[in-house]
């Protein structure tokens, strides 16, 4: 009878501690089930040249108002927290978002107050989204903490997601078996078409086609500035600007 007691009082203990189990899981799961996590530049000098740079304000706004109307919170970082630099030359091109933006307190507070990347606990997001501009171009490669991060969401079967030169956030991302995790995967980004059209390509530190695929991986090349999204699995990357929205679309698809 005793032994039946004890055996009893051991199964009630392993119950309870599978249902303790299950609720912080559950919890844990509720925690970042609407979540999305979109990083900026910090970075504001365009290399030597005594100009300005920043994000890219289209690669924030189109992805934040696609992933509001599909009723995601969206917390916005940065490297370095604080003012994230806008660059203003995404001002003299026509876009239905920019007014919305420039009206949008809650959306500018969070670029006027964005977190530290070093404060994100990848735990909170089911993605990641990292915009561009031509400044995460010297600020997003090798950074410990997009590492972190990317290499955190992705291994818990989240998404990882990048536009333009935001995919310089993917150079070196590293996975625990010590992987990376663009090697071997269809991805794009920015093109040197683009970045030469553009009047960078001797400006910027690399170009970004030729590091990614100097990294692994196996790139994707559209048409230059026309929208070109490629979707290997959870890792969701666009091309340029263009590629803003359906980048987002394609990401709220997946966590549908």
């Not at 599978?18 to 912080?24: A, F, G, M, P, V």
């Not at 997009?146 to 997601?161: F, L, M, P, Q, T």
């Amino acid at each position: 009878m005793k032994k039946i007691t004890t055996l009893l009082m051991l199964a009630s203990n392993i119950i309870a501690c599978l249902l303790l189990t299950n609720i912080t899981y559950a919890a844990d799961l509720a925690k970042r089930a609407d979540k999305i996590l979109i990083v900026l530049t910090s970075h504001t000098e365009l290399g030597n040249t005594g100009k300005k740079t920043g994000f890219w304000l289209p690669e924030l706004t189109h992805p934040y108002y696609e992933f509001i109307e599909a009723g995601y919170r969206v917390d916005v970082a940065s490297i370095e927290g604080g003012m994230a630099p806008l660059d203003s030359k995404a001002f003299e091109e026509e876009d239905e978002y920019h007014q919305v933006f420039l009206n949008d307190a809650v959306l500018m507070a969070k670029v006027m107050r964005s977190i530290p990347i070093a404060k994100i606990d990848p735990a909170d997001y089911q993605a990641v989204l990292y915009s561009g501009g031509s400044g995460p171009m010297w600020d997003f490669p090798n950074n410990k903490d997009i590492n972190r991060i990317s290499s955190a969401i992705y291994e818990s079967k989240g998404i990882v997601s990048a536009v333009c030169h935001g995919n310089a956030a993917l150079i070196n991302t590293t996975l625990s078996d010590g992987s990376l995790l663009i090697k071997g995967k269809r991805i794009t980004g920015f093109t040197n078409e683009e970045e030469t059209s553009l009047g960078t390509a001797k400006i910027v530190p690399f170009l970004l086609q030729d590091k990614l695929i100097e990294r692994g991986g196996v790139f994707v090349e559209g048409s230059a500035w026309q929208e070109n999204v490629v979707i290997e699995g959870r890792l969701i990357t666009g091309q340029n600007p263009a590629s803003a929205k359906k980048v987002a679309e394609s990401i709220i698809k997946q966590l549908n």
